[in-house]
């Protein structure tokens, strides 16, 4: 009976209705738990739905009995690193690189950085170890081990020297590590490689703007969007550079797109709620803001602008509630003792203003608050 139906899972299986698949795979291993080919398919299910945390617990249970398997094992490591799981990920990686070769009927399509299609295809018995190296790059710079990180991309880039992707995965860690002009001089070798590299623009239209040239920037974030019109990083960068520069409207399209390409990212729904506010949309900028508070309920600039829009429909009671729940997150926010501090003064609550615009430090718009409102 469980062999039954987990042929009738591989035939769906097949057909790439993993919605259907997974059922007989469920199916299958409720009959007889110890089928091991069924964790294996059932986790392929599970990641092709997005059930990324589910997959990697069947491929915990597969690896058991089979802690040699290769493609399990890079399955496995790949989403611990595309969830975040660092360390798993790299400790996978590094049992990947130790494994001999074998036979494989697996084939991988490695996704080219501007999301488009595919640049090739490889096998993890392929002679080029280099993509494993490049992922141990990745995973060593998600633990913060920067030095570790440059060298596996150097080992990447030793069997592949002009490969875009481990090019500007080098530069992002030269980044981190404060080398930026390190980082540029990278970012625009890969620029002249891959001229449609939409992270190496992304990138580079970021530093440019860090620099406070955000209108140079929004041409370079453009051009990302205009070699990949489904990346939400592009749209949502532009429309906070563009927020920058006052364009609100142009801004708030941006971050429409972002949303509808990424509805889970909790800062476009922040950035397009204050630009809502600014448009005085208050309820709809308040909707934004609390939505960025489900999706990470800790983001204490949420709170903040959620409380100031509180505060523009004069509801002062509650404003006050979320600038002392962004307090709670960042105790040491200038612009949240401030908000607070005027809040409690429209409340006839003076003294202890006075003490709130106290704490708002390096602000001179609280410095001259406390000179208006404050006695001596």
Not at 19 to 36: C, G, M, Q, V, W
Not at 164 to 180: E, F, I, K
Not at 261 to 281: A, H, Q, S, Y
């Amino acid at each position: 009976m469980a062999e039954q139906k987990f042929d009738e899972g591989l035939i769906h299986w097949a057909q790439r209705d993993y919605s259907e698949a997974l059922k007989y795979f469920n199916d299958a291993i409720r009959i007889y738990p110890r089928l091991e080919e069924g964790y294996l398919y059932r986790a392929d299910c599970r990641a092709a739905l997005n059930d990324n945390e589910g997959a990697i617990q069947d491929y915990i249970l597969y690896l058991n009995w089979f802690p040699e398997n290769r493609e399990a094992l890079f399955s496995y490591s790949e989403l611990n690193y595309r969830q975040g799981h660092y360390e798993q990920a790299r400790d996978g990686f590094l049992r990947l690189k130790k494994l001999p070769g074998g036979v494989t009927n697996r084939v991988y399509y490695r996704q080219k950085a501007n999301e488009e299609g595919v640049e090739g295809i490889f096998t993890t018995q392929t002679n080029d170890r280099s993509f494993l190296d490049n992922y141990l790059g990745l995973t060593y710079r998600g633990t913060g081990q920067l030095d570790k990180a440059i060298s596996y991309f150097d080992s990447a880039l030793f069997v592949q020297p002009e490969n875009s992707d481990y090019l500007t995965n080098r530069a992002v860690t030269y980044l981190a590590m404060g080398m930026r002009t390190k980082a540029e001089q990278e970012l625009r070798n890969v620029l002249i490689i891959d001229p449609g590299h939409t992270i190496a623009k992304n990138t580079l239209a970021m530093m440019i703007d860090e620099e406070g040239d955000s209108r140079k920037a929004i041409e370079f974030y453009s051009e990302a969007i205009a070699d990949n019109p489904n990346s939400p990083h592009a749209y949502r960068s532009r429309g906070r550079a563009r927020l920058l520069t006052g364009a609100n409207e142009a801004a708030l399209k941006d971050f429409n797109e972002a949303i509808e390409l990424d509805p889970d990212e909790p800062t476009t729904w922040l950035n397009r709620g204050i630009v809502l506010m600014r448009l005085r949309f208050y309820e709809e900028a308040f909707a934004d803001f609390s939505r960025a508070i489900e999706l990470r309920p800790n983001m204490a600039s949420a709170y903040l602008n959620r409380g100031n829009v509180l505060y523009q429909l004069e509801e002062y009671g509650n404003a006050l509630n979320d600038y002392e729940v962004a307090l709670m997150y960042q105790k040491d926010y200038p612009l949240a003792h401030y908000h607070k501090g005027i809040t409690l003064y429209n409340l006839g609550r003076l003294d202890e203003a006075c003490k709130e615009l106290t704490k708002a430090t390096g602000l001179s718009v609280a410095a001259e608050a406390r000179r208006r409102i404050c006695p001596e």
